[in-house]
């Protein structure tokens, strides 16, 4: 751990696990075991994005839960490779030319996915060794990257037993996809002018849950309504509580 | 009022207005204003069907609302009449053909819908005249015919201020739906074999409301999963309460 502050009932723990630099929420003097969400950012953010701190905190603020947010691999504090750096200009080239991108998009997550899965399995079993997380089970919230990330994850890490995932196509993602059999939120945004809604439908359709709502709401890839986390907290009670 | 009876905190009074047969569901001992949810049965059923008590009872018990359902025109303890009867056995025949029935579904919600609005609009003034109702903010909940005859409501009747619809497609509503401007939670079975995925999505996308999100869960017409009771209450509270 290396620096700890606390604000509206809700403590931050920044560590370090061997390279990666992560947060770990709790409620305010927490102690004992509780469910654990992991959440994962989007392309371009990091660990404190503003998206992951609004969901983190009402997660650990009002559903109890401990949440850990970690940079993924060439992402927030940690350094880039060669490939990466490549990659993210082919990427921003053709979104300039005005072409889409999800091919490349999607072969980023796939060159990502095995560090990401390694970090995140690492992060789960050293965060439930600490006395206010403990071993509980385990959700997953990630969209657009996070969501390519995610769906590697989960499909291959069992302690992972509900996710919110969504914003993304289903590109590459088909086989990892049909692993994934815990019930899962996927959000849709109806307006969404990076990833074409036949494509996140297809993803939807990928997974292999059993339990699995979609939701869908008007405007772009950024504009999720604050009413989903909301619904994700009562989801993640519902499923780990 | 012809009957009451109380279960599990719920009291249910039938009555009859004029012609119009209908159960308002409170809270057991309500006294005072409250808001005030419509519940719209689907075709061929009735203001007591197991969908319609168990939505019911649920936002009485469980969010304080007064709940009133009535039976629609030609259906539950209603008269037939002729051209009704005529539309039922061509919808029948065309179902058992194998047919796609949407359009002679649509045409018959547009044959009662002139009707049904203003049973509503009557029955709305008339339990609002209740002391354990009172003239408090209105929500409508109704899938597959409860929403065709839902949105013709909320498109005529400023009372209702947010609104469950879903399960339908657009067919014959693209104009009734530009006019509802009012929040609209849209359920879509992912799998439904009656109602077309693209021409539910077409539905939701007609609607007039900017704040609207679409909720889809797998399964066919009939299988709306019951955490969806759980989500329609949360948004009702949210925009009524």
Same mark, same amino acid.
């Given at each position: 751990?290396?620096?700890?502050?606390?604000?509206?009932?809700?403590?931050?723990?920044?560590?370090?696990?061997?390279?990666?630099?992560?947060?770990?929420?709790?409620?305010?003097?927490?102690?004992?075991?509780?469910?654990?969400i992991?959440?994962?950012?989007?392309?371009?953010?990091?660990?404190? %994005?503003? &998206?992951?701190?609004?969901g983190?905190?009402?997660? @650990?603020?009002?559903?109890?839960? !401990?949440?850990? #947010?970690? =940079?993924?691999?060439?992402?927030?504090?940690?350094?880039?490779?060669?490939?990466?750096?490549?990659?993210?200009?082919?990427?921003?080239?053709?979104? %300039?030319? &005005?072409?889409?991108?999800?091919?490349?998009?999607? @072969?980023?997550?796939?060159?990502? !996915?095995?560090? #990401?899965? =390694?970090?995140?399995?690492?992060?789960?079993?050293?965060?439930?060794?600490?006395?206010?997380?403990?071993?509980?089970?385990?959700g997953y919230w990630g969209v657009?990257?996070?969501c390519?990330?995610g769906?590697?994850?989960?499909?291959?890490?069992?302690?992972?037993?509900a996710a919110v995932l969504g914003?993304?196509?289903?590109?590459?993602?088909?086989?990892?996809?049909?692993?994934?059999?815990?019930?899962v939120q996927f959000l849709?945004?109806?307006?969404?002018?990076?990833?074409?809604?036949?494509?996140?439908?297809?993803?939807?359709?990928?997974?292999?849950?059993?339990?699995?709502?979609?939701?869908?709401?008007?405007?772009?890839?950024?504009?999720?309504?604050?009413?989903e986390?909301?619904h994700a907290?009562?989801f993640f009670?519902?499923?780990?509580?």
């Amino acid at each position: 751990m290396t620096s700890e502050t606390s604000t509206d009932g809700v403590t931050e723990q920044s560590f370090s696990l061997g390279e990666i630099p992560g947060v770990l929420f709790t409620p305010r003097g927490a102690t004992g075991p509780r469910p654990l969400i992991l959440m994962g950012h989007g392309g371009g953010q990091h660990k404190k %994005a503003p &998206g992951v701190l609004a969901g983190a905190h009402r997660f @650990a603020a009002d559903g109890g839960f !401990a949440v850990v #947010a970690i =940079d993924a691999p060439n992402h927030g504090d940690r350094p880039k490779d060669e490939q990466f750096i490549q990659f993210a200009g082919a990427m921003r080239a053709r979104m %300039a030319a &005005g072409e889409d991108p999800a091919e490349l998009v999607a @072969a980023m997550h796939d060159l990502l !996915a095995g560090q #990401a899965v =390694d970090d995140w399995q690492a992060v789960v079993t050293a965060v439930q060794g600490l006395g206010h997380v403990g071993v509980g089970p385990v959700g997953y919230w990630g969209v657009s990257m996070g969501c390519g990330l995610g769906v590697q994850l989960i499909a291959a890490e069992p302690r992972v037993r509900a996710a919110v995932l969504g914003l993304l196509g289903v590109h590459e993602l088909v086989g990892a996809a049909a692993r994934v059999t815990v019930p899962v939120q996927f959000l849709v945004q109806w307006d969404d002018t990076r990833v074409p809604r036949d494509q996140a439908f297809a993803l939807f359709e990928a997974l292999g849950s059993g339990d699995k709502t979609l939701h869908a709401n008007p405007g772009d890839h950024g504009g999720i309504p604050a009413h989903e986390t909301d619904h994700a907290l009562r989801f993640f009670a519902r499923h780990l509580g």
